[in-house]
């Protein structure tokens, strides 16, 4: 095969790839002005103290395996001579979330994510600085950006799953909020149970699944003036997926 007919190939796979994530961006600004109509498959968790200040936040650029929201409505049933009376609570029931996937073993760019671990050490007086070598290449227009590796991404998590069960420097709890964009549902969580996992048939690929609990529904946002502020929050990592893609579809056409 000519070497023009291969790089042209290539060139073709490289255009379509930078057409899928100015599509995906569409279908994320589509959702935050339609999102009972507009799918958008992505979901995210995100950590806050009491104040409502980030401290911690991933979005899955690879979407679990496995979502299920679990409903049961609290009311009894009793019954009498005549018939059968049912009593019920209209208040907010808990839902059981349960969620299992991987996120894989290669390098992705990750966009507007916050690891709780380095955040708490860098804001947190008397707490030594670890690690030798970061991956996090800082701000790109006002947006933190980042390399993680499959591993790394799943540390992140790890790390969030253990400070939602932890409390600030004023003793203060913190809350974990769980978004599901693709069913456009959004609650704040109790962890249940965390576990990961690995096998010889998937070396190198850790497992994750976990089990939340939602204890009450996050109000929604009410939709800004600039359409753009809400793309950071909606598609940060998708975003940077459809970037890893363009450059790797780059590299193999060089």
Known sequence: MALSSILKGQGSNVAKQVIDAALSVGKAALHTVMPDDIEFYLCSLELVDCKDTRIGFLSFSVMPEQITESFSPIQTMIKTHAGVV?????????????????????FRLLLNY???????????????????????????????????????????????????????ANGKPYYLKFCNYS??????????????????????IWNYSMTLRAVSP????????????????????????GITNIVNGMTRLL
């Open 86 to 106: 049912t009593t019920f609570n209209n208040t907010f029931s808990p839902i059981d979330i349960s969620i299992a996937g991987t996120f894989g073993r290669k």
């Open 114 to 168: 916050i690891d709780p671990d380095v955040y708490i050490r860098k804001n947190t007086p008397g707490i030594a600085k670890t690690g030798f070598l970061s991956l996090n290449m800082g701000s790109i227009a006002g947006v933190s950006t980042g390399v993680k590796s499959g591993y790394g991404m799943t540390k992140i998590l790890e790390h969030i799953m253990k400070h939602s069960v932890d409390v600030d």
């Open 218 to 241: 996050l109000t929604k946002k009410k939709v800004k003036n600039k359409l753009s502020e809400l793309l950071p929050e909606v598609a940060s990592n998708s975003i940077g997926n």
């Open 183 to 204: 069913l456009n549902t959004a609650y704040l969580v109790d962890v249940v149970n965390f576990t990961t996992s690995q096998n010889m048939a998937s070396n190198c």
